[in-house]
């Protein structure tokens, strides 16, 4: 009889997990349902007796996908899993509370002194530094503050949020309830979007159990599921939905770590911001902070998707270049034809083209070009990939997705569509780019998020890639907007 670990997670429940764990115990063996390692052409990864295999489709053809001792598995054993270090090993209902209990201990402001010296900063989107909202909820007096956690995943190509709510949910509820207690707030919520049942299910039972434990006695838990606006990971619009309203914009000031939900200060966060903390408790913030590039302090869970190889997460120390993250660790397209564009950080992201390669993966290298990490997830293509139809693709998404409370995302984004179209059923005469070009300035100057704010980044990339491909047009051509090329001017 033989320990097997078999990962019950979305992904290899699809390629078939479930049905391998019953012909395993069938067969007799002891059958643990771990999360995923992340490794996404892997799956279904099964890993017996320690000697991992995948991907396995015949349980009696398993010498044709033997990987070796998984401990010494390159595409693991080569990360830096500070967040996912459990993640794949671990049964997720196992849960020993020792350390958790020790951490609930300290004393808040030194808690708070951890998160500022690691630089976290948060792995949403905006990038904003913690401490600074940690700080703030602590500093802002109220009857009741909350935790809430954006478990929304909308960028595509993302499943980070997914992968550990699955595979460790407990990793989640360590970080929930310390950055509770620092803070202040007694009551977390999880805004989980409605595509993950999964995660839904794992993470209940997880609550479950640490109820059992008596750890909600003393930090309520409580599970939400969103009802699928890509609006609603912005965290204003979120909180909106939260209170049972539609899911719409707020002003801001006042921030949520003021005023946030029903008007009491909450802290909001990312999943894999929160699963961060107790990796910074753990190594201390000052070591935490030697991992990664300038102020891009950490790991960032880089998810490959698209036309990719070797698609799947990769915990990864910020700056890493992009050459290295799609040739080294995704192998390539997997059409096996050269490299044309990867967008980086969801839809709202740039379009980084082959002569951005070399570019490190890090909050101000990003931003030197006009773009940014997001939530870390890069979406692959090939070069044939058609980039005025991914142009046309972001104005369209924001269409869509607008929550239509201001006029230049609402209304411009439809203009943007048909901007785009006549561009490219018209060609690129120089007033055709000038109203495209001038709808992006006005979108991001007066859009009230950065839903209209940062759609002209995807637009602007993509028609700069094309640009760059064959024309001279100057506003255009800096690939990355003329951002870009002001600061290539220094
Ligand atoms: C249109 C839009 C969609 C967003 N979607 C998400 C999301 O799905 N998940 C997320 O964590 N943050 C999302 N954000 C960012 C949040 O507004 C917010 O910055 C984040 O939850 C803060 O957490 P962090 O500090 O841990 O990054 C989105 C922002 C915008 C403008």
């Known amino acids: 009889m033989s320990r097997v670990l078999v990962p019950n997670e979305a992904l290899a429940n699809a390629l078939g997990a479930n049905e391998l764990a019953r012909e395993l115990q069938?067969?007799?063996?002891?059958?643990?349902?771990?999360?995923?390692?992340?490794?996404?052409?892997?799956?279904?990864?099964?890993?017996?007796?320690?000697?991992?295999?995948?991907?396995?489709?015949?349980?009696?053809?398993?010498?044709?996908?033997?990987?070796?001792?998984?401990?010494?598995?390159?595409?693991?054993?080569?990360?830096?899993?500070?967040?996912?270090?459990?993640?794949?090993?671990?049964?997720?209902?196992?849960?020993?509370?020792?350390?958790?209990?020790?951490?609930l201990e300290r004393e808040p402001r030194e808690i708070i002194g951890e998160i500022k010296a690691s630089g976290l900063r948060g792995r949403g989107g905006a990038g904003f530094p913690a401490h600074i909202k940690w700080q703030t909820v602590f500093d802002t007096p109220a009857p009741q503050k909350y935790i809430v956690v954006n478990a929304d995943e909308g960028d595509s190509g993302t499943f980070a949020d997914r992968l550990i709510m699955e595979g460790d949910p407990f990793r989640l509820i360590e970080g929930m309830m310390i950055s509770g207690h620092a803070t202040g707030a007694d009551k977390g919520i999880v805004y989980l979007r409605s595509e993950y049942p999964l995660a839904a299910e794992i993470f209940a039972n997880a609550m479950d159990k640490a109820r059992a434990l008596g750890l909600l006695e003393r930090f309520d838990i409580e599970l939400f599921i969103g009802a699928g606006a890509y609006i609603c990971g912005e965290e204003t619009s979120l909180l909106e939905s939260l209170e049972g309203k539609r899911g719409e914009v707020r002003f801001k000031p006042p921030v949520p770590a003021v005023a946030g939900l029903f008007g009491q200060p909450t802290l909001v966060h990312n999943v894999i911001t929160l699963c961060s903390v107790p990796g910074i408790l753990d190594l201390g913030g000052k070591a935490y902070a030697e991992i990664g590039t300038g102020a891009s302090t950490g790991t960032s869970t880089f998810q490959l998707a698209g036309n990719i190889k070797r698609g799947g997460l990769y915990e990864l120390p910020f700056g890493i270049s992009l050459r290295e993250l799609v040739e080294d660790w995704g192998g390539g397209t997997r059409t096996g034809r050269p490299f044309g564009a990867a967008q980086v950080g969801g839809p709202l992201g740039a379009y980084l083209l082959e002569r951005h390669l070399d570019t490190p993966l890090g909050y101000e290298d990003m931003a030197a070009l006009g773009a940014g990490i997001g939530h870390g997830g890069l979406v692959v293509f090939d070069d044939t990939v058609d980039l005025v139809r991914q142009a046309h693709y972001a104005f369209e998404f924001c269409a869509h997705e607008s929550c239509g409370k201001c006029t230049p995302c609402r209304i411009g984004s439809v203009r943007g569509k048909e901007a785009v179209a006549a561009l490219a059923s018209g060609g690129y005469t120089e007033d055709r780019l000038e109203v495209i070009d001038e709808l992006c300035d006005l979108m991001e100057q007066a859009s009230l998020c950065q839903m209209g704010g940062m759609t002209p980044i995807p637009v602007r990339s993509a028609l700069g890639g094309v640009l760059s491909r064959g024309s001279r047009n100057e506003k255009f051509h800096g690939g990355i907007v003329r951002k870009n090329r002001e600061s290539e001017r220094g």
């Open 26 to 103: 069938a067969r007799g063996h002891e059958v643990i349902r771990t999360g995923g390692f992340g490794l996404a052409w892997l799956e279904p990864m099964l890993v017996i007796d320690g000697e991992a295999y995948g991907p396995v489709r015949d349980l009696d053809a398993l010498d044709a996908v033997a990987l070796g001792p998984l401990a010494e598995l390159p595409e693991l054993a080569r990360q830096r899993r500070i967040v996912f270090d459990r993640c794949g090993h671990v049964d997720p209902m196992e849960y020993d509370a020792s350390w958790l209990l020790e951490q």
